[in-house]
């Protein structure tokens, strides 16, 4: 071990049963490996995310968590003497003077207790928004003519507005599209526009828009060198599963996209925590699940490191389980056949020595024990040890309203986040079109100008007004040429970086 390495906790007894104080790491360098959170509620798990996301933040490596209960946000402030977490501390031989806060960041989809988070149609994608919506296979196939025919003219789509002009566009030139992109039926253009009109009403709304996050912000080291910890707020979110599921897979799928490729550095550039990961991979689709555990496991080589924090490591489907090699298991219930059943197939996944049963022991262990196996810097999985969890040195709980509403006035990031901006888009244009169009036929009645950007006439003099789109999205995307705007995995856009 090294000092790189993360102080996970300690086992009270080692491999022959001897007794005495073990210290138990995560390898830093292995952190990238992704790992898994898992115990019934109450057992632990809040705990150990901020006892883990604070170790990366002193090793120097951002981070980024939802706070679905609103009981972490203390990772901002000094934590306190406490006759518990005194005594681990101790054990570890660790000092009981230096209670300290990580540098911390927060944010909130809707704008009350931290900066909004916000990503635009276009970048998220015709795959993600219909998991979104809950479209079906046909209509899904309806979205993706809506966002091809958008991407091709250059159409901005940023809001929720310039979808829903976007759709009534395509739904009133399905004649002429059908031809370039596939048939549009009215009746799927029907149903996407009323799911379209419940996502209006909900938190997505308010995730639509601009200013845009940009990565870079989540990946910041303060002057001391320690990690920031981005704290998402998501105590109301999560009642909006779909809502909060979404985020969160567009966040990987952004990071996955847009951040360089680097193999395996000595510490993660990032470290993400899925906390409730069981909505992610609720009513989502096999194919989409297939996406995702694509993308979990490339997403290792851009140095991003993935935890999921849920109940039952049963809630996470195989494929993915596969992929989390750092696992702190705390403690399940087994009363039901069911639920004894989780446990034996929760313990199969470690390799264990004789000197305990892992069964028993998940059924036994207290709050704040687990089980945790590593990956070792040879690339192989550390014996499962039965251990007692670090605490935190920040305070364990949730930070005072005045706490919070201090660090969001000192943030740099208020004035580039909290106001909206409603720029020309989508629904401007088509407006726009629409008005020189009823002008044009009032005029000269010309003939009928093609909706999307057909090849352009010889010795035309004037630019077609899709050429004028498009000429305005490549600017609005940093000069790139007219080229078709490229889609990853889960539907985000490629920023080319
Ligand atoms: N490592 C630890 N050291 C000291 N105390 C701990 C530790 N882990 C948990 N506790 C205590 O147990 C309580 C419950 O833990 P925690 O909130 O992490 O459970 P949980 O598994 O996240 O529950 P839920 O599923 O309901 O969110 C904490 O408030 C804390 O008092
Ligand atoms: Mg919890």
């Not at 059908?178 to 009746?187: A, D, E, Q």
């Not at 567009?250 to 490729?261: A, C, I, V």
Request: include cysteine; hydrophobic fraction near 40%.
């Amino acid at each position: 071990m090294t000092d790189k390495d993360v102080l996970l906790g300690y086992a009270t007894q080692d491999k022959s049963g001897r007794s005495g104080v073990y210290p138990v790491h995560l390898n830093l360098k292995r952190a990238n490996r992704h790992g898994l959170i898992a115990g019934a509620t109450g057992t632990g798990k809040t705990v150990t995310l901020q006892a883990l996301a604070e170790s990366f933040s002193q090793q120097g490596v951002p981070v980024f968590l939802a706070d679905v209960k609103g009981d972490i946000s203390g990772i901002s402030q000094p934590g306190k003497s406490h006759p518990k977490v005194n005594e681990r501390l101790q054990a570890l031989g660790q000092p009981l003077d230096q209670w300290r806060g990580c540098p911390t960041v927060f944010w909130d989809l809707y704008g009350k207790q931290g900066h909004p988070i916000r990503a635009t149609i276009s970048d998220m994608g015709p795959v993600l928004l219909s998991r979104l919506m809950g479209l079906n296979e046909t209509q899904e196939g309806v979205l993706n003519i809506a966002f091809a025919v958008a991407d091709d003219n250059g159409l901005l789509l940023l809001d929720l507005k310039d979808l829903r002009a976007m759709l009534q566009h395509v739904a009133s030139t399905a004649a002429e599209l059908g031809s370039l992109y596939g048939n549009v039926s009215k009746s799927s253009v029907g149903a996407i526009q009323r799911r379209l009109l419940m996502l209006e009403r909900s938190g997505a709304k308010k995730f639509f828009g601009e200013p845009m996050l940009e990565l870079d912000d989540l990946i910041q080291v303060d002057d001391s060198g320690f990690g920031f910890v981005n704290v998402l707020v998501a105590n109301k979110l999560v009642q909006e599963p779909d809502v909060y599921s979404t985020l969160l897979l567009w966040l990987m799928s952004e990071l996955f996209e847009n951040l360089p490729e680097i193999g395996d550095p000595e510490k993660p550039k990032l470290v993400v925590f899925f906390d409730e990961a069981h909505l992610m991979f609720k009513n989502t689709p096999q194919a989409l699940i297939d996406k995702i555990e694509q993308v979990v496991r490339l997403i290792r080589s851009k140095g991003v490191g993935v935890y999921f924090i849920t109940q039952s490591p049963g809630d996470i489907p195989d494929s993915v389980l596969a992929q989390l090699a750092n696992r702190v298991q705390h403690a399940l219930r087994a009363f039901t056949p069911k639920e004894q059943k989780v446990v034996r197939s929760a313990a199969q996944t470690f390799r264990s020595d004789k000197s305990f049963s892992v069964q028993d022991a998940i059924s036994e262990m207290g709050v704040g024990e687990a089980l945790i196996s590593t990956l070792m810097a040879n690339g192989a999985p550390s014996m499962v040890k039965r251990s007692l969890v670090k605490p935190p040195v920040s305070r364990i709980g949730a930070a005072k309203r005045a706490e919070v509403r201090e660090i969001l006035l000192q943030s740099p990031f208020a004035q580039k986040y909290d106001t909206a901006i409603d720029r020309e888009s989508a629904f401007e244009k088509l407006a726009q079109r629409a008005a020189t169009a009823a002008k044009a036929a009032a005029a000269e009645k010309p003939p009928r100008k093609r909706a999307h950007a057909a090849p352009k006439p010889r010795g035309r003099p004037r630019q077609s007004i899709a050429e004028t789109f498009v000429k305005s999205v490549v600017r609005s995307l940093g000069g790139r040429t007219g080229r078709a705007l490229v889609r990853g995995i889960l539907g985000s856009l490629f920023k080319g970086r």
